[in-house]
């Protein structure tokens, strides 16, 4: 444990980028009564707002609440939200250099409602459709400008659009050029594109729709798996390591809820790390409090393996706390403990 703190503790010298689709968590608190007489849904009665940085912002912010530096790059609407968006990332101190505005797209907002600790409901806003042809060239531009001062780069792909083919084949072709951890925590549709990474981060539902995107369902009859679902984990195993071999990426770090998480690296290394979540609240974010420790601590020297095992800790604090959730180098380490 004593390596792992050394680690922690080294946390404030890391350097790192950001680049994905940006949300605005919005909650709404209140307290339910009775049911409407409309339909068969409860009311609640509202006594509260907050927002919180959500999507690769609440990655950002991850990384700046344990003592990092983290820079985001994205794209925002030209309205409202955005602007409550920049409040919440400037109180937090986290660098907007790469965020750029368009009055093309409205800024992501994924509305909550919850009642005496229960989300009731969600509601989204957002677009989907791939960036127009001149932002991602504004974007990339970007980071081909400023590739110099991260230690690393976390691709956080959520699926709206500012992570495309085009976007990738760049980012990672620059990111390697210049010898930078590339970390990604993936999005189904974009898994053929996520070549030659340091690591990716997805769960058993990405891994198993990795599988069918990949075309590797050969592998799946030859090993007697089930190509629409992974029960076992020679099941996982087996996925992990030909994903690994046909993408060509140094790790894959799946996570398993409740299971915890399993760390697969080259030459058939996999471990398992049971989970040491001493309460589950609200899982909403935990994979990217795994994405960024996990990538803070490979900035800091660490292992893969150990960069997992503090991730790993990471996450069994925020599943505790209701909402999107961070935690700070004070929990991290006492957890530790």
Not at 202 to 214: G, S
Request: hydrophobic share 40%.
């Amino acid at each position: 444990m004593s390596n792992l703190k050394n680690i922690i503790n080294k946390f404030n010298k890391a350097r790192i980028l950001v680049i994905g689709d940006l949300i605005l968590d919005e909650y709404i608190w209140g307290d339910v009564e009775r049911i409407s007489p409309e339909a068969p849904v409860p009311v609640v009665w509202a006594n509260k707002r907050t927002y919180v940085p959500g999507g690769a912002a609440n990655v950002a912010n991850n990384i700046c609440s344990l003592s990092g530096k983290a820079c985001l790059a994205g794209v925002t609407g030209d309205d409202h939200n955005q602007g409550m968006l920049l409040k919440e990332l400037k109180s937090r101190k986290i660098a907007t250099d790469g965020l750029l505005v368009t009055a093309q797209r409205h800024t992501t907002v994924k509305t909550r409602i919850i009642a005496r600790h229960q989300q009731v409901v969600r509601v989204d806003w957002e677009h989907t459709e791939p960036l127009p042809k001149v932002i991602n060239q504004r974007l990339f531009k970007f980071v081909q400008k400023n590739i110099s001062k991260f230690d690393a780069i976390i691709i956080e792909d959520y699926g709206k659009g500012v992570i495309n083919p085009q976007m990738l084949e760049g980012l990672i072709f620059l990111a390697n050029s210049k010898k930078k951890i590339v970390t990604v925590d993936p999005k189904e549709e974009n898994f053929s594109y996520y070549r030659q990474v340091t690591s990716m981060t997805p769960n058993r539902r990405e891994l198993e729709f990795a599988i069918r995107d990949l075309k590797l369902s050969d592998m799946m009859n030859k090993f007697n798996i089930n190509k629409d679902k992974l029960f076992s984990d020679k099941d996982i195993d087996l996925a992990a390591g030909e994903i690994m071999k046909f993408l060509d990426v140094e790790s894959i770090l799946v996570t398993l809820g409740e299971n915890g998480m399993r760390l697969f690296e080259k030459n058939n290394r996999s471990t398992h790390i049971p989970t040491v979540a001493q309460q589950v609240f609200d899982v909403s974010g935990a994979g990217d409090t795994v994405i960024g420790v996990f990538t803070l601590a490979l900035c800091c020297g660490a292992s893969k393996l150990e960069a997992a095992h503090i991730a790993n800790f990471a996450a069994g604090i925020v599943v505790g706390k209701v909402g999107t959730a961070t935690t700070n180098k004070e929990e991290l380490l006492q957890r530790l403990c």
